[in-house]
């Protein structure tokens, strides 16, 4: 359990209540918050705040063509108990974006491959545009996807790698909407990355390696690879590489995901070895947090075995995978969604 009574979770939680306020000053103007968390919304009867509503985009009706169908509740119930915000923990689902019930959630959120097309109609984009001008927020998880990944939908849901730039889709279908608006990277200064959780969680269980590079290459200071829409200077959309395998529990309170880490590592030597390796596999550029390029060797199943990076280093990569590993990672996620949820309610 989280005390946020201490000052920094206080400060925020009671940010979230003031943003849920159902009272207002005869003099002001309700802010995008409360235009939409507050119109037609029910009370809890124990707190009399009123209750906040998430959407999740789910086209089909057939569960197992979601990925991930149970993360979303089990983030939604982690909010709700650890902050103030009274968040049901079922979300609303809508089919596409002309959804009148978009307009009672000031969050959405969208596994990019849940939706095969995101070629937006007419409706949708006007509705999404509507939405998004007046204060809605927009996540879409899994919405960068690596280029070595994309040919291979059935395995990109299991992979979260650090690329800083939306997925061609998403892109395009969103310079419909906002032509004048372009996705750019997210600064890990940005202040969601600490509107609730701040740093890492505990990782002095990780092995010495995955440690070191979790710290200082995977998620430094809890930050993630990020790209993010803005409009009136702030976030409306945000994607990232799929985080949503982290959050979800079974009835026991146990994760059913298992997780394993993915770090690349090096040696003396290896970059003159690796130089004149001879290699037939697919081989990809993918951009980095300051928009320079890596180059990605891949095996034919899409694993990545060694990278090229900016200034001629070369490292292969390793995959590890333990019960505390996985544990660190589901708990990480689980901090991160949560982070995101909360800034989008409270900014």
């Given at each position: 359990m989280i005390d946020i009574m201490t000052p920094a979770r206080s400060i925020i939680a009671a940010i979230a209540a003031m943003a849920m306020m159902v009272a207002l000053a005869a003099d002001s103007q309700p802010s995008v918050a409360q235009r939409l968390t507050t119109d037609g919304a029910a009370a809890d009867p124990r707190t009399g705040r009123p209750e906040v509503r998430v959407a999740q985009l789910r086209p089909s009706d057939n569960?197992?063509?979601?990925?991930?169908?149970?993360?979303?509740p089990s983030l939604l119930t982690h909010v709700r108990e650890q902050t103030t915000a009274n968040i049901v923990p079922e979300p609303i689902v809508i089919r596409d974006f002309t959804d009148e019930r978009l307009n009672q959630c000031p969050f959405v959120y969208a596994n990019a491959a849940d939706r095969k097309d995101w070629t937006f109609s007419p409706q949708e984009r006007a509705s999404l545009k509507a939405y998004l001008e007046n204060g809605?927020?927009?996540?879409?998880?899994?919405?960068?996807?690596?280029?070595?990944?994309?040919?291979?939908?059935?395995?990109?849901?299991?992979h979260s790698y650090a690329e800083w730039d939306a997925s061609p889709e998403i892109k395009e279908a969103f310079a419909d909407i906002f032509p004048e608006h372009r996705f750019q990277p997210l600064p890990r200064t940005d202040p969601l990355f600490r509107s609730f959780y701040q740093g890492l969680p505990d990782?002095?269980?990780?092995?010495?390696?995955?440690?070191?590079?979790?710290?200082k290459e995977k998620f430094p200071d809890g930050t993630y690879s990020a790209a993010a829409l803005r409009l009136h200077g702030r976030i409306a959309v945000l994607v990232t590489p799929i985080i949503?395998?982290?959050?979800?529990?079974?009835?026991?309170?146990?994760w059913v995901t298992s997780i394993q880490f993915r770090v690349l590592e090096s040696t003396d030597g290896l970059g003159d070895y690796l130089k004149n390796a001879a290699y037939g596999g697919p081989k990809f550029e993918v951009t980095r947090e300051d928009q320079a390029k890596d180059i990605i060797y891949?095996?034919?199943?899409?694993?990545?075995?060694?990278?090229?990076?900016?200034?001629?280093v070369w490292r292969v990569f390793r995959y590890y995978n333990s019960r505390e590993i996985s544990d660190f990672a589901h708990v990480f996620y689980t901090r991160l969604g949560t982070n995101i949820l909360v800034y989008a309610l409270t900014q």
């Open positions: 569960l197992w063509e979601m990925n991930y169908p149970g993360a979303l809605g927020f927009l996540y879409i998880d899994a919405g960068i996807t690596a280029s070595f990944l994309r040919e291979h939908p059935e395995v990109a849901q299991h990782t002095s269980l990780l092995p010495a390696t995955v440690r070191s590079y979790t710290e949503a395998m982290g959050w979800a529990k079974n009835a026991l309170g146990q891949c095996q034919d199943n899409a694993m990545p075995a060694w990278a090229n990076e900016p200034g001629n």
